[in-house]
Structure formats: structure tokens, C-alpha cells
């Protein structure tokens, strides 16, 4: 039987090409039209240019136009969908598809490094390998993933670890969740289920700041206004704060404005160990929600979602926490 896959192009280097000078630029048609695939009779590609932005123009609006129209596809009989993405904020994109896409459709985000005409594009290997992992049956009902490089990424963890390096998609802690090899699709572990949250609108106001050593007041300061509905903080080690910081994150706890902290190493899960002053087990009393595993930009994503479902007190704690 046929199987109908939704392409959806968003833009990004992996639609771009290099010109004379060397500086990389959107086209206006599409490289990966170029696409040939080995068992091409038993697939039918639909596709659909939704945007064609370099991916620092992309905002939680267009990931939401993203996220209805892949939900809308699984009515439509598609068995999977491919998202090509610039890969500077993939990583936001493919978690907030997944926290919001509650159907056991395989939805794969791709991207590239390097531009189409230049030497050792990676953009249409990257797609087609893409298109493989959306049609394979062993990727019903493993959520979205990020397939770069033949390694298949969980949307949850993976993260972009280099400015120019094809091999930049890497998952901390974890590792990647499957490889491809010699067109094979191999899965080798499953992560934990979640809880979806299929929004309809996003909130605005939502910011991500990091913690460094001998920060002060002031930033958070700025941000303790009643237009803000969030703040993710990236803290330091296992999720501990200066004590100078303490005052304000009071005083924003106080005004109700949700605080989530994450760590800002690379490697871990933030959690409430040290007690000292500004230590992670003060701050939990304090009503800090701790978000296990998740980098500051994925938690800034799911607290946005979190709030845009209406999530507030326990129930949004409950949400972060898992
Ligand atoms: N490799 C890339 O796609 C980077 C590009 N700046 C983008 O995110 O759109």
C-alpha cells in the first residue's frame, strides 16, 4: 500500500544556497525538489512550502501553524509527516510539535549544515534519510524525532552542540534513541511517555535568562512586571542560585509568575540537593519548579505551552516536573 507523507518546508539552510562570495542565502525554489528515493512507487510525497524563513524568524506562532497542520494531517490519511527547519532553533520547533502533537503519526524534523550547491551539502541526504524514518513502521508512536546525520534524536533532549559541524545534533545524558544504517531504520531505546497538550493559542512573554557567578538583582528585577507570565532560569550546577538573587526571585514568586530552573551545564538533570543559601533545596520551598533533563530554550517551550493550556499552580508544577 501506498503511503501518503506530508512534507512541510520551513526554510533554513537546507533550502538555501552559497552564491559567488560565499555567503549563504534563500532560494527562491527549492533543492530538495531534486529528490530521488529508492522505493519511491510505495510512497506519495505531498508538499506544502508552509514558510521559507531562516529559522531565528521562527516564533512560537509559526510552530502552532505547524503543529495544526500536522494534526490535521493524520485525518487526512497521511501515515507521516517531514518538517524541513533551519537547525539555529530546531531544537524548540521538534519539542514543541512534540508536546503538542498527541497522535502516534511519525512527525521527523530535519535540517542542514551546509547550504545545497556547496561542497558536502548534507540537505538532501539529511531529507531523504528523513523520509526513510517518517515511513518506517517501526516510528509509529515514538513522538517527534530529529534525524541529522543518520542518528535519530528523541524532539525532547536533542540539542545543537556546534556553529558549523554536520554532526551538531547531539542528546546530552541520554544519547540518540536510533541510528540509520545502510537505509535501515534502528531504534535502540525508548524515552518516557509525556502528557500532550494539543493548544490552540500560544502565550506571549514567556523568557529564558542564565544564572553566572556574582549576578545580582537586576535582570530579574526587569522582569518582575505583570506582563510577564513566565521566566526559565538557567541555573547554576545541579540548580543552585547566587544568594544575591534571592530577594527578587521572592518577590517574583510573590507576584505569581511561574519560575522554572534548569541547569546551564551540558550534561544532567537539575534537582533540589544543596542546602545553603541560594542552594536548589531552599529554592524548591520557595516554589521554584525544577524541570528535570530539559535545556533553558526546551523549557522555556514547554513552560510556554504549559501556560497556553492554562496550566497554573500544581497542576502547571505537575506538568514541568514530569
Ligand atoms: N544550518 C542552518 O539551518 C542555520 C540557519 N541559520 C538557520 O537556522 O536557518
Redesign the pocket.
Known amino acids: 500500500m501506498t503511503k501518503k507523507i506530508l512534507i512541510l518546508h520551513t ?4 533550502s538555501m544556497s552559497e552564491d559567488e562570495s560565499g555567503k549563504i542565502k534563500p532560494n527562491e525554489r527549492n533543492p530538495l525538489a531534486n529528490i530521488s528515493l529508492k522505493n519511491k512507487s510505495e510512497l506519495e510525497l505531498v508538499t506544502e512550502e508552509i514558510f521559507n524563513v ?3 524568524h521562527m516564533n512560537p506562532e509559526r510552530m502552532l501553524q505547524l503543529s495544526l497542520r500536522i494534526r490535521q494531517a493524520e485525518a487526512e490519511g497521511f501515515y507521516g509527516a517531514v518538517v524541513t527547519h ?4 530546531l531544537e524548540e520547533t521538534a519539542i514543541f510539535l512534540d508536546l503538542t502533537i498527541s497522535s502516534n503519526m511519525p512527525v521527523v524534523v530535519t ?3 551546509r547550504s545545497s550547491n556547496e561542497i558536502g551539502s548534507d540537505g538532501l541526504y539529511n531529507f531523504r534519510t528523513a523520509i526513510m524514518v517518517a515511513s518506517s513502521k517501526e516510528s509509529v508512536g515514538k513522538g517527534v524525532v530529529v534525524v541529522m546525520n543518520d542518528e535519530i534524536h528523541s524532539a525532547r533532549y536533542v540539542t545543537k552542540t556546534h556553529t558549523t559541524n554536520v554532526a551538531t545534533f547531539r542528546t546530552p545524558t541520554f544519547g540518540p534513541i536510533g541510528i540509520v544504517s545502510e537505509g535501515h531504520v534502528n531504534y535502540v531505546q525508548t524515552i518516557k511517555p509525556q502528557q500532550h497538550l494539543p493548544i490552540n493559542y500560544v502565550v506571549d512573554q514567556v523568557f529564558l535568562v542564565k544564572a553566572y557567578a556574582g549576578m545580582g538583582t537586576e535582570l530579574l528585577r526587569a522582569l518582575n512586571q505583570t506582563a510577564t507570565n513566565g521566566i526559565v532560569i538557567e541555573a547554576l550546577g545541579a540548580g543552585n542560585m547566587p544568594p544575591e538573587t534571592l530577594p527578587e526571585l521572592q518577590a517574583l514568586v510573590e507576584h505569581k509568575i511561574p519560575i522554572v530552573l534548569v541547569s546551564r551545564c551540558f550534561n544532567g538533570i537539575a534537582e533540589p540537593v544543596y542546602d545553603y543559601q541560594g542552594g536548589g533545596v531552599n529554592l524548591n520551598k520557595m516554589g521554584i519548579i525544577y524541570c528535570r533533563g530539559l535545556n533553558g530554550q526546551k523549557a522555556r517551550i514547554k513552560l510556554l505551552v504549559g501556560l497556553s493550556a492554562g496550566l497554573s499552580g500544581l497542576e502547571l508544577k505537575k506538568y514541568i516536573n514530569n
Open positions: 526554510g533554513g539552510t537546507i531562516p529559522s531565528p533551519g537547525t539555529d532553533t535540517g542542514a549544515m
